[in-house]
């Protein structure tokens, strides 16, 4: 049986573990038999995209990311439109994306989830011109992204940390979405989209997404009084915020949002420069990813 070729692109800054070994158990632990591997590191922020490109013309069979939410969002942008199956190893701080898909955070096991093979077809959504799996966000959600990407450790409590710092002073913008043939304006601290139910660090604002429905689900979030914080953050942990007035949920298949500052999106974790007005879509069923 012709072997089939398997990349792994590794993210060596990405998450708390180290990585140093990564090598030697992916050597250890992958079918040989099965497959032929190639393993490449990333150098600088959207590398894994142009590293996938080059994979899938050079005759891949499957991209494994190597790392977080972050370098998974790169290597989708660089698998759309192929029918190169995605493969994760999570190794970040949120791993929002496998939590969802019940991917195991060991590395062994991860690897022995490719050496299975069993894949799924899922969703992916475009912001712009630009692809997310798990989820995406503007307001607080983008802010917060944006100053986690630049603070000088990764973790929960650096983003817990950013996040209780940045909210008492942030107000809520407004902003006028056009879905399901209508039109709606809003003043929340953030507008989420969420493909799956997590939101990193296994909390969830959307506990009834799914990323195979052909629909997302449009979390408009009102801002909670400070002093109510940590009860918004047990919620987002017992998957119960949808049931409060604080949030608002509306599942659709495109919608298009005006907001008149501020360009960040959250994508997948990641601050992303877009333009002000964006507009989202599923992609239905685009996406081959490996699955236990």
């Known amino acids: 049986?012709?072997?089939?070729?398997?990349?792994?692109?590794?993210?060596?800054?990405?998450?708390?573990?180290?990585?140093?070994?990564?090598?030697?158990?992916?050597?250890?632990?992958?079918?040989?038999?099965?497959?032929?591997?190639?393993?490449?590191?990333?150098?600088?922020?959207?590398?894994?995209?142009?590293?996938?490109?080059?994979?899938?013309?050079?005759?891949?069979?499957?991209?494994?990311?190597?790392?977080?939410?972050?370098?998974?969002?790169?290597?989708?942008?660089?698998?759309?439109?192929?029918?190169?199956?995605?493969?994760?190893?999570?190794?970040?701080?949120?791993?929002?994306?496998?939590?969802?898909?019940?991917?195991?955070?060991?590395?062994?096991?991860?690897?022995?989830?490719?050496?299975?093979?069993?894949?799924?077809?899922?969703?992916?959504?475009n912001v712009n011109d630009r692809v997310f799996l798990s989820i995406a966000g503007i307001g607080f959600d983008a802010l917060v992204a944006k100053r986690f990407a630049k603070y000088h450790k990764r973790g929960f409590w650096s983003y817990f940390t950013i996040a209780t710092k940045e909210y008492r002073m942030y107000r809520p913008k407004k902003y006028m979405i056009k879905l399901n043939g209508d039109t709606i304006i809003r003043k929340a601290l953030m507008v989420v989209f969420a493909n799956s139910d997590q939101f990193g660090y296994n909390t969830s604002i959307a506990p009834h997404a799914s990323i195979n429905d052909g629909l997302i689900d449009v979390c408009i979030v009102k801002k909670i009084p400070a002093y109510k914080m940590l009860f918004f953050i047990q919620l987002l942990f017992l998957k119960q915020l949808y049931k409060t007035n604080y949030l608002e949920i509306i599942k659709t298949n495109e919608l298009w949002i005006e907001r008149k500052r501020n360009k960040v999106v959250n994508i997948d974790g990641e601050p992303v420069k877009l333009t002000k007005n964006l507009h989202i879509k599923v992609n239905h069923l685009a996406l081959n990813v490996i699955i236990p």
Do not use: W
Not at 38 to 56: C, D, G, N, P, Q
Not at 69 to 83: A, F, H, L, P, W
């Open 1 to 125: 049986m012709e072997k089939q070729k398997i990349i792994f692109i590794i993210n060596p800054i990405s998450g708390i573990v180290k990585k140093a070994d990564i090598e030697n158990q992916i050597a250890l632990f992958i079918d040989k038999d099965k497959y032929e591997i190639h393993i490449v590191k990333t150098e600088y922020a959207s590398h894994a995209i142009l590293l996938t490109e080059k994979a899938i013309n050079e005759g891949a069979d499957i991209i494994v990311a190597v790392g977080g939410d972050g370098s998974v969002n790169e290597v989708v942008n660089g698998i759309k439109g192929s029918n190169v199956k995605l493969g994760i190893i999570p190794l970040g701080s949120g791993n929002g994306l496998a939590r969802f898909l019940k991917i195991p955070f060991p590395i062994k096991d991860a690897i022995e989830v490719l050496n299975k093979g069993n894949y799924t077809v899922v969703d992916t959504v």
